[in-house]
């Protein structure tokens, strides 16, 4: 075969390397002495006017980062409930939401959390679960219920007036049950 070499081995170098020395040693962004007049001419007005600027203005930008924390740990400052606010103050009821929606990613995140401590004692007890998880299991039922009392019957589109008024509705019906019990 034409490719192999003579004893049947791996092909031969096809180029002598030793030949070409000029093919092995050009460094693109290099010495420019190859170049004519011209062309360096206009290699220069580009790095100095185009290049040189940007990328000044690039590490400067780069500088000038002044958090010092990772974006995940963001503390926010509580803000006032839905319930102080006026009810004109549309500035007031955004942040209302805002921290609502803070605070139903944090309720979650409680919820997962305790589901998944629950879910690993089981596997981790086997069939002495129903014993040894006992306080796993009360826990994630008692944040499953705060939750659902806080956050049920929402919808996906749930705001924090939604919320209070969700809230003010169980605290009347509790009243009257309490009225009921009385009578």
Known sequence: MADQ????????????MESWPEAYTYNPGGDNSHLNPTMKAILATYYYTVD???????DWIKSQKRVSYPYYHRKFRRVP?????????QVCIYEANEQFQRDHLVDQEILRLSRQDWTRCCFQEGDSHFVNCRDFKQRFDA?????????????????????????????????????????
């Not at 049947?8 to 180029?15: C, D, M, S």
């Not at 919320?163 to 009921?180: D, G, L, P, S, V």
Request: with cysteine.
């Open 143 to 183: 944040a499953q219920n705060a939750y659902d009392t806080k956050y049920g019957d929402l919808g996906v589109y749930g705001n924090a007036m939604k919320a209070f008024m969700k809230q003010k509705h169980r605290m009347i019906e509790e009243r009257r049950e309490a009225e009921k019990q009385e009578a």
């Open 5 to 16: 070499g003579d004893d049947g081995g791996p092909p031969k170098k096809k180029f002598d």
């Open 52 to 58: 040189k600027p940007v990328t000044a203005i690039h």
């Open 81 to 89: 409930g839905i319930e102080e606010c006026d009810v004109q103050d």
